[in-house]
């Protein structure tokens, strides 16, 4: 299980292990905002596991640096939410014609680059037809332009994945 860490300003700090956390809870550098219904006992104590803490001191942070997100092919995967940017079909691991590829909307070989915005989610099939052309020498349109992401929502749902609902109304204010 993963814990969200505020900072004392209630603002996105990382996300870490329920480990890791619990020495901070036992040392009272974090005050617990929610718990799971999980429990950790020692021979001495029973603690519920930590699902969101805020430190109580303010820790400095690089904002530039904890709301951009690198380059990778899965985070291209979660930017597009593993939808075929082309015919829109959900996508996954090992799903045959629906499995998720890397696509390169200028083709490597002519010079296309592996970059957020010369990449996208598609799925074997499209990516199989569209083959080393570009989208209008292949006749095939994207459903949504290529681009980093920068909003703080999509950012953080890249970083984190799934979400644990305890955790939204923290983040997002839900």
């Known amino acids: 299980m993963k814990t969200l860490v505020l900072n004392a300003s209630h603002q996105f700090l990382s996300i870490k292990s ?7 809870v036992w040392l009272e550098e974090v005050e617990v905002l929610e ?17 969101v803490v805020v430190y109580k001191k303010y820790i ?4 530039n640096r904890l709301f951009a997100v690198g380059y990778s092919p899965y985070n291209v995967f979660a930017r597009d939410d593993y939808l075929c940017q082309y015919c829109g079909v959900k996508t996954a691991k090992n799903m045959g014609k629906k499995s ?10 002519k010079g ?7 990449t996208v989610a598609s799925c074997r099939s499209c990516n199989n ?12 349109k994207l459903l ?11 950012v953080l749902r890249i970083k984190i994945g ?4 305890l955790w939204e109304k923290h983040l997002f204010g839900k």
């Open 18 to 24: 329920w480990k890791d956390v619990i020495t901070d």
């Open 60 to 63: 400095p942070v690089n904002f």
């Open 144 to 154: 949504r332009e290529p681009y980093i992401p920068t909003k703080m929502e999509e």
């Open 112 to 118: 296309g680059g592996s970059t957020w915005e010369n």
């Open 35 to 51: 718990n799971y219904d999980a429990v950790v006992r020692s021979p001495s104590i029973e603690l519920k596991v930590p699902a």
């Open 129 to 140: 037809f569209k083959g080393g052309r570009t989208p209008s020498e292949a006749g095939m």
């Open 162 to 165: 799934k979400m644990h609902p």
């Open 100 to 109: 998720t590829e890397l696509e390169h909307i200028v083709p490597r070989h």
